[in-house]
């Protein structure tokens, strides 16, 4: 079965912008923000989200949990980028592009991770900028930079500014 073009980006941050970053165990030294598809074409974003982050990070979102759904934060900001070569083997001969829906979703300090070994080896709480400077990809990079904006709704200066 192939994966559908269509994901969720989810940026797992504490209130003082520590970022979860995780390590793939199938590309040694590319770390990102949980990532994945959704499982079927009607699978609404949120919930692929919320399975993903489950997944990914042993994370539990949920109204009875220990992150509650309102912490998840849908950007309604919407990446499109080509399907790194390396990767493309998992969908459909002919699908080179796949639309990533961001969302950024807010733990407790301390919050558990407890990684799938399959795909992730290790994990690493940083600073958002450090953070962005650790990721492969530029699109996750990019939306761990507008973190603290889309958080407070105050833009961080920056050196460049």
Not at 93 to 116: C, I, M, R
């Amino acid at each position: 079965m192939y994966k559908i073009p269509e994901s969720v980006l989810v940026i797992i941050h504490t209130s003082d912008l520590q970022v979860l970053m995780i390590e793939r165990a199938d590309k040694p030294g590319f770390w990102q923000s949980v990532t994945g598809s959704k499982d079927a074409l009607d699978e609404p974003l949120q919930q692929t989200a919320i399975r993903e982050v489950s997944e990914e990070t042993g994370i539990v979102v949920g109204d009875t949990d220990t992150v509650p759904c309102a912490n998840l934060d849908d950007w309604h900001l919407e990446n499109i980028y080509v399907i790194y070569p390396v990767w493309r083997h998992r969908y459909a001969p002919g699908v080179t592009k796949n639309t990533e829906h961001v969302f950024s979703l807010l733990v407790p300090q301390n919050t558990p991770v407890v990684l799938s070994p399959r795909e992730h080896v290790q994990y690493r709480w940083l600073p958002y900028r450090a953070a962005a400077d650790l990721c492969f990809s530029a699109s996750n990079a990019e939306a761990i930079l507008q973190l603290p904006q889309r958080v407070t709704g105050v833009s961080v200066k920056t050196p460049e500014s």
